[in-house]
């Protein structure tokens, strides 16, 4: 079945040790997003890619990078993490022609910071 | 400000009882989607709506979308235990991401 597909589905990182979180997808799909959840609280979107076209949003943290080295990947990287980064990462996937409309989620990667 | 407002925020009901969450806006959306998310999972979406009064039904979950396309809201008619987790609306607008509300966690008791 496509699916969009998330590695580690659990991370334990040290305040200020790097983390990388991954997403890939089977659904050939243009574009891909980052989103940070905390508990009980909606999506917040980090950044997504239409392509390898990289939009950042205004209030995302400079300490979250992403990459997107070909259209079925995407990483997300905290270079030092914070307490505060302890959250759900979801990644999702849209296709080109409803940019903005139904996104296809992953399991997330529940991140905790000690 | 947040651009979709759901309510009621959380809701604690009893097996078979029947239910409605709203969320509104004063912006007018291209389509609006729902979606549940369950525990320790990603949002799965329920059903998108695009024309201003459509009403989709989806087995025991009844979703409308607005005349003026601001708002929707989704029933669930003798609501189950399964249903149990948190709901999200989506609105569309334009060519950007989707814009998400802060969710109504809806908790359904045996």
């Known amino acids: 079945d496509a699916m969009v597909i998330q590695n580690p589905r659990y991370q334990v990182t040290q305040f200020g040790k790097p983390v990388t979180l991954s997403c890939s997808q089977t659904l050939n799909h243009n574009v891909m997003y980052w989103y940070q959840q905390k508990s009980s609280q909606a999506p917040k979107l980090l950044f997504h890619y239409y392509d390898k076209d990289f939009n950042n949003e205004a209030d995302t943290p400079d300490n979250f990078q992403s990459r997107r080295p070909n259209t079925s990947f995407c990483f997300l990287d905290i270079r030092s993490p914070g307490l505060g980064d302890a959250a759900m990462y979801l990644c999702a996937t849209s296709t080109r022609r409803s940019f903005g409309g139904e996104q296809f989620f992953g399991p997330g990667t529940r991140l905790t910071v000690l | 400000t947040q651009l979709l407002e759901q309510s009621p925020q959380f809701l604690s009901i009893q097996e078979g009882e029947n239910l409605t969450v709203y969320c509104n806006s004063s912006?007018?959306?291209?389509?609006l989607q729902w979606y549940r998310q369950e525990p320790g999972e990603g949002p799965v979406l329920l059903v998108t709506?695009?024309?201003?009064?459509e009403v989709k039904k989806l087995k025991r979950l009844t979703f409308q979308f607005g005349d003026a396309r601001k708002d929707s809201s989704l029933h669930i008619t003798a609501a189950q235990p399964g249903d149990t987790g948190l709901y999200l609306c989506a609105g569309a607008l334009g060519n950007t991401p989707l814009v998400f509300g802060k969710g109504t966690r809806l908790s359904v008791i045996a």
């Open positions: 912006s007018v959306f291209s389509s």
């Open positions: 709506v695009v024309t201003g009064g």
